[in-house]
């Protein structure tokens, strides 16, 4: 079965800086998208950042600029890159992969079991 786990995540003072990391593991034949969401207290899952097959990448506007997401093709890998960092990022956040184990399957969504990003003075 395909996995993902996120690392990276902890205790961060505002303006600090976090990289979180979202390995892959399992049967994989491509990936098209991978991105990651953060879901905060009292409030819904929303998305942070993607990035597609072609390096694309698309952003929340609450953290362009200060975000950056990049992906390793080479170990399935995604990382997101978290600078300025304010109080109102502090949620879990779940890396996600659009994915096909095998050629003639379609692409299906997996998740990661999310990381906690707390950012306290």
């Known amino acids: 079965q395909v996995q993902l786990v996120e690392s990276g995540g902890g205790l961060v003072q505002p303006g600090g800086s976090l990289r979180l990391s979202c390995a892959t593991s399992?049967?994989?034949?491509?990936?098209?998208?991978m991105g990651w969401y953060r879901q905060a207290p009292g409030k819904q899952r929303e998305l942070v950042a993607t990035?597609?097959?072609?390096?694309?990448?698309n952003y929340a506007d609450s953290v362009k600029g200060r975000f950056t997401i990049s992906r390793d093709n080479a170990k399935n890998t995604v990382y997101l890159q978290m600078n300025s960092l304010k109080p109102g990022d502090t949620a879990v956040y779940y890396c996600?992969?659009?994915?096909?184990?095998?050629?003639?399957?379609?692409?299906?969504?997996?998740w990661g079991q999310g990381t906690q990003v707390t950012v306290s003075s």
């Open positions: 996600n992969a659009q994915l096909r184990m095998y050629p003639t399957f379609p692409y299906s969504t997996y």
């Open positions: 399992g049967t994989i034949f491509s990936i098209n998208a």
């Open positions: 990035i597609i097959s072609s390096g694309s990448t």
